[in-house]
């Protein structure tokens, strides 16, 4: 299997987004340009990773699960994606870019612990991860377990020893502050919990999308107009400068999702609609997405229009992105992928394919990456173009 952003041998075929993404002033960098950023980037990263994730005192096994996931052909995009937004108010000096570079970094190990753990027996037990054994497979669960620990422990103490003559400790700090914040239990591990609170409903959510299909009842347009309506507030959140975790803590929307939840079952296995459904999303994954956009603009010390701007986009990619991964689920190919297909239908999660069908999920993956793209307007230069063309790729990768 080809690993995403493997170095391609001359003449070999590298797989491209397929469509085009609508523009509106500046323009977005071309499928082939994206993808080809994309792999000098995570190459960089995968340099620094590296270099960071040495021996020290860490016990030898433990840093071979540690290790073993985190090398393993991950697409580097959150990491990515902040490098790119430190980019986009100025050109950074080698010094303060090189910081970046390992803040960067201390966002990829915190991802990919939350992988580790999702494909925990207790979690979406899944036996296959980065095209190889999940981390507890090749290990055992214990290992699995600590290695993610591990890995989010020790990002803190990447990120914090960022600061230096040319990062300012200030900046550091919020830029710490906000990771702790979007990868916790009000970002990703609350979106975390309240996935697995949803899994294993009665699926009325197929019911409702056969119905909808057959044309039998007001399903469809009761659905769609949630889903505009969500689309509407992807983008309307971070307009005031608040994350969507902030807006849960301020209008108590987390035990409000969690309630209706539990009332509509009584029991965990319950079945979101779909504003419940695009909520859990937003933390689970959406928090992850915005962050590194967010954390970019301020190590990089952007003017507040841009850091809004930037966090606008990654609000909406956020989005994109795991309705795509919800896509890629039903339709996608295992191998390209590097793990399981069907895994969600399997464990009878809530997503979008299973609320709306393939096509409509399709639809409202299309319009996060617009509202992606629309956010970046005004930004000039080569880093905002690939972060438009970043949007498009998102909605079409195929891994
Ligand atoms: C997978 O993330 C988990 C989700 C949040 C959907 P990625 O698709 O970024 O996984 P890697 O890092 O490329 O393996
Ligand atoms: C996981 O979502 C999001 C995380 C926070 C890790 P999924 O469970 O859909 O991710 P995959 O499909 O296993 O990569
Ligand atoms: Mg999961
Ligand atoms: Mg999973
Ligand atoms: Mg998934």
């Known amino acids: 299997?080809?690993?995403?952003?493997?170095?391609?041998?001359?003449?070999?075929?590298?797989?491209?987004?397929?469509?085009?993404?609508?523009?509106?002033?500046?323009?977005?960098?071309?499928?082939?340009?994206?993808?080809?950023?994309?792999?000098?980037?995570?190459?960089?990263?995968?340099?620094?990773?590296?270099?960071?994730?040495?021996?020290?005192?860490?016990?030898?096994?433990?840093?071979?699960?540690?290790?073993?996931?985190?090398?393993?052909?991950?697409?580097?995009?959150?990491?990515?994606?902040?490098?790119?937004?430190?980019?986009?108010?100025?050109?950074?000096?080698?010094?303060?870019?090189?910081?970046?570079?390992?803040?960067?970094?201390?966002?990829?190990?915190?991802?990919?612990?939350?992988?580790?753990?999702?494909?925990?027996?207790?979690?979406?037990?899944?036996?296959?991860?980065?095209?190889?054994?999940?981390?507890?497979?090749?290990?055992?669960?214990?290992?699995?377990?600590?290695?993610?620990?591990?890995?989010?422990?020790?990002?803190?103490?990447?990120?914090?020893?960022?600061?230096?003559?040319?990062?300012?400790?200030?900046?550091?700090?919020?830029?710490?502050?906000?990771?702790?914040?979007?990868?916790?239990?009000?970002?990703?591990?609350?979106?975390?919990?309240?996935?697995?609170?949803?899994?294993?409903?009665?699926?009325?959510?197929?019911?409702?999308?056969?119905?909808?299909?057959?044309?039998?009842n007001d399903a469809a347009p009761r659905l769609e107009k949630a889903a505009t309506m969500q689309v509407e507030q992807s983008d309307a959140v971070p307009r005031t400068g608040q994350t969507a975790v902030a807006r849960a803590g301020k209008n108590d929307a987390v035990p409000r999702l969690e309630k209706a939840a539990s009332l509509r079952t009584g029991q965990s296995g319950t079945a979101p609609n779909l504003e419940e459904l695009a909520a859990m999303q937003a933390m689970k994954t959406g928090a992850m997405l915005r962050l590194p956009c967010e954390v970019g603009a301020m190590l990089a010390g952007a003017c507040p229009e841009t850091a809004g701007a930037l966090a606008r986009y990654g609000a909406a990619l956020g989005a994109a992105f795991q309705i795509t991964d919800d896509i890629l689920d039903v339709a996608g190919d295992a191998a390209l992928l590097g793990k399981p297909v069907g895994s969600d239908s399997a464990a009878r999660k809530c997503t979008y394919p299973s609320l709306l069908g393939l096509q409509k999920s399709r639809e409202i993956a299309e319009q996060h990456a617009e509202r992606a793209v629309t956010a970046l307007d005004g930004l000039e230069g080569e880093s905002a173009a690939l972060l438009r063309g970043l949007a498009a790729y998102v909605v079409n990768r195929v891994f």
Not at 80 to 95: K, N, Q
Not at 193 to 209: A, H, I, R, S, V
């Open 1 to 216: 299997m080809r690993r995403p952003f493997a170095p391609v041998a001359a003449g070999e075929n590298v797989t491209l987004p397929r469509r085009g993404m609508r523009v509106n002033t500046q323009p977005a960098a071309d499928a082939e340009d994206v993808v080809k950023a994309l792999r000098a980037e995570a190459g960089r990263v995968e340099e620094r990773l590296d270099a960071c994730l040495r021996a020290g005192n860490c016990p030898a096994g433990l840093l071979a699960a540690m290790r073993y996931s985190l090398f393993a052909g991950g697409k580097r995009i959150r990491p990515v994606l902040c490098v790119l937004s430190a980019r986009v108010p100025a050109p950074p000096g080698p010094d303060l870019a090189d910081a970046v570079l390992t803040f960067a970094c201390a966002l990829e190990c915190i991802h990919t612990y939350s992988l580790i753990h999702d494909d925990l027996p207790a979690m979406d037990d899944d036996d296959f991860r980065r095209g190889r054994p999940s981390c507890h497979r090749q290990f055992d669960e214990a290992s699995a377990i600590l290695a993610g620990d591990a890995l989010l422990t020790d990002a803190f103490a990447l990120a914090a020893g960022c600061a230096g003559p040319a990062l300012p400790a200030g900046r550091v700090l919020r830029a710490v502050a906000a990771t702790a914040k979007a990868a916790g239990s009000a970002g990703m591990v609350g979106g975390q919990f309240l996935d697995m609170l949803y899994t294993g409903g009665t699926e009325p959510g197929l019911e409702q999308t056969a119905a909808a299909r057959a044309g039998k």
